[in-house]
């Protein structure tokens, strides 16, 4: 079987993307990096997730980026309450690089040949690492920054939902059987999700526009 | 002052590397994966040359990477006692793309504008992640990764020993005063250097040809 390493943060996005991985036929592997993120919810979600789908193994790996000044791993730093214009506090200095980079790392040491994230362009935080152009370049270092790759093979980075809306994605999470009722998208990590973050509005905006209601409320 | 974040590994090439950029009018921040390697030595090294280099701050951040399958991190696998042909079993898959992307979460943290590495394609282990090809491609996907780059201010990858020789590295670090004893090259960590390991013979021969003794012999 061809394997995929699936990175899963515990939201809707990447568990789609992992699960678009099994369609295409794909063993995978999942991996959450645990960058001690105020919200701790987001882990337990995570390997709801990877047990869900049946991932083969779940690596979960500690990076210690408590020194970054975001909201999200920063406790002086508030949550936004709005959508934010331009980048917002919650933006996590090169977060998808170093995320990438293990998934890179681990890809090659369990020879998988593709690696799966859920990152998108359209309903997003206008973070620079979650553009096309981005994706792009950081192919063009991939196929040339392993032993793997200088030997011919393809280490093929994935973003199946890079051009979808909110709303496509969680049609698409639906029509593949998902539950969402795992996931966590609010940047907060209560009883409830707070309904204000940008995370929560994006989520909620999506749920509407797709007919489809949320399990979480 | 400007600033840059320095990648120190305990070994010559960070070293010379780091004080390059102190030489340039840097103010360093030295940086330190500890990736769970077998040689503990090297991060003993790596605090004495932070320390050495008067570098503002000394980040040693952990990143368990044992499950990756190299001679280096995984205890069933031997180092090699000789010079490989190809790529050796102490290659470790990623390493520096993960390095470079945790400097450059650190440096956009900071406000650093630079970004040292000790990379070199001459006297080298024939790694795929040290070839200039790889930092020029880096640099690409650097330049439009963060928020910082997308500003318009640059987060510039400098290898200084890119291309230059162990000897010639070797002279340039005596050129700027380095106390050599507090590093460690050997891939074991016993109370003397092995002298057979790959990186032992490539010092050994830098040392030779520079016509320098090797202090820790």
Redesign the interface.
Same mark, same amino acid.
């Given at each position: 079987m061809k394997k995929a390493v699936c990175l899963i943060s515990g939201g809707i996005d990447s568990f789609v993307s992992a699960a678009i991985a099994k369609e295409k036929g794909y063993d995978i592997y999942c991996l959450t990096i645990d960058y001690s993120q105020k919200n701790r919810k987001e882990i337990i979600c995570a390997k709801k997730i990877a047990k869900f789908l049946k991932s083969k193994k779940h690596?979960i790996?500690?990076?210690?980026?408590s020194?970054?000044?975001s909201a999200l791993t920063d406790k002086r730093i508030k949550i936004p309450q709005s959508i934010h214009h331009g980048?917002p506090p919650t933006?996590?200095?090169?977060?998808? &690089? +170093?995320f990438?980079?293990?998934a890179?790392?681990?890809a090659?040491?369990i020879d998988a040949e593709s690696i799966f994230t859920g990152i998108n362009s359209v309903d997003f935080s206008g973070y620079?690492?979650c553009?096309p152009?981005?994706i792009k370049?950081?192919q063009?270092?991939i196929d040339?920054?392993?032993?793997? &790759? +200088?030997e011919g093979k393809k280490i093929k980075l994935e973003t199946p939902l890079l051009y979808l809306s909110k709303s496509q994605i969680i049609k698409k999470g639906i029509e593949l059987g998902l539950d969402f009722s795992i996931t966590w998208s609010c940047y907060k990590s209560g009883e409830k999700p707070c309904g204000k973050c940008p995370s929560c509005r994006l989520r909620e905006k999506g749920f509407k526009e797709a007919g489809i209601p949320d399990p979480l409320q």
């Open positions: 690596l790996l500690k990076i210690d980026l020194w970054t000044k980048i933006y996590v200095p090169a977060r998808n &690089t +170093i990438i980079s293990v890179l790392s681990y090659e040491s620079p690492d553009r152009e981005y370049r950081f063009k270092l040339i920054a392993t032993k793997k &790759t +200088i």
